[in-house]
């Protein structure tokens, strides 16, 4: 097993060189990219999702805090993969059909999506855990009952 991964990481190690070695022309155009995105990620959007998420998790109403924070991080996640497509200039000749799209309003459908998603996960878990749970429960019941099965088994 251990000759197994010593072949897998000496693999991996000589396509990473070859797609360097490929890049070499490319690096110092590709190096602000490289380095800005985790310096971006380190010192604005990791503490400002952590900082959100230390907010959220004060909420009185424990049923929200995880779908916030599922909304909040896919958020985080997809807010830095967006960011070439809204500031960097197509470097290539277009394809038409790829980079056509208006990117911000993508984005935007996408966040409005996602928050939509917890907002209605939200809810749904609410309605579950109070008044309207146990109403569901009874209609349950209610209709068990009308076709004959007992309350506590499974008709068809």
Partial sequence: MRAVRVVLVLLGA???????LLARPELPAMAGWLV?????????????????????SRLPVRRWRGWLALALAATGTSL????????????????????????RLALLIWL????????LAGLVTAVRRTRGGA???????????TRGGAPGSASR
Avoid at 14 to 20: C, E, F, N, S, T
């Fill in 80 to 103: 830095p993969l967006a960011v070439p497509l809204l500031w960097r200039p197509v470097p290539a000749p277009v394809n038409p059909g790829l980079h056509d799209r208006d990117y």
């Fill in 36 to 56: 800005a995105g985790p310096v971006l990620h380190d010192l604005l959007v990791a503490p400002l999702v952590g900082f959100v998420g230390l907010a959220l």
């Fill in 112 to 119: 409005a999506a996602i928050w939509a998603g917890a907002l």
């Fill in 14 to 20: 000589a396509v990473a060189g070859y797609g360097l």
């Fill in 135 to 145: 109403l569901l429960g009874g209609l349950v019941t209610a209709v068990r009952r």
